[in-house]
T-cell receptor
């Protein structure tokens, strides 16, 4: 079992650009959540996907959007990048109704 | 709304000494409580969780935590730390559906 896998591991983007991050959940999991972890901070919940729909959303602007595919994998899209979007983006997967979430290694996004 | 306060941003300790990392939470509903560990440039790994039942919870790597409802606390303890325990530790709460609210983290620094 490969666990939760995220790609890419690192990337650098310029202000104003758009970025797409990808996540494959742990085998058997159907729910994917995304978190943003700024330097020196705890992770903050962005949104959660289940059955290809956004089920819950944290306090993030509409520039942050996502998608879940029929195979349960997910994408996080961020438009009009700001310097403040620089962070580690973590994907977590779980089985709907279960309490435990499993995290990937994260994607380190740097906006210059 | 839920919130988590980790009272210490950094805890230095000598190897083989005991350690306690403090966590207080606020919530208007019943919660589940978690401690995660994050090693440098890694994702989050679950140490332990409290869902219900016994208030003393044992986790991996010799860690344990005690849920205190009256004090709304969930402090993490280890009787004897190792150099390899040096990492960032996050306390988190959830009211269900595996969405987590994290504290800002406590850096545990173990020195010889």
């Amino acid at each position: 079992d490969a666990g939760v896998t995220q790609s890419p591991t690192h990337l650098i983007k310029t202000r104003g650009q758009q970025v797409t991050l990808r996540c494959s959940p742990k085998s058997g999991h159907d729910t994917v959540s995304w978190y943003q972890q700024a330097l020196g901070q705890g992770p903050q919940f962005i949104f959660q996907y289940y059955e290809e729909e956004e089920r819950q959303r944290g306090n993030f602007p509409d520039r942050f959007s996502g998608h879940q595919f029929p195979n349960y994998s997910s994408e996080l899209n961020v438009n009009a990048l700001l310097l403040g979007d620089s962070a580690l983006y973590l994907c977590a997967s779980s089985l709907r109704g279960d309490t435990e979430a499993f995290f990937g290694q994260g994607t380190r996004l740097t906006v210059v | 709304a839920q919130s988590v306060t980790q009272l210490d941003s950094q805890v230095p300790v000598f190897e083989e000494a005991p350690v306690e990392l403090r966590c207080n939470y606020s919530s208007s509903v019943s919660v589940y409580l978690f401690w995660y560990v994050q090693y440098p440039n890694q994702g989050l790994q679950l140490l332990l969780k409290y869902l219900s039942g016994s208030t003393l919870v044992k986790g991996i790597n010799g860690f344990e935590a005690e849920f205190n409802k009256s004090q709304t606390s969930f402090h993490l303890r280890k009787p004897s730390v190792h150099i390899s325990d040096t990492a960032e530790y996050f306390c988190a709460v959830s009211s269900g559906y595996s969405t987590l609210t994290f504290g800002k983290g406590t850096m545990l620094l173990v020195s010889p």
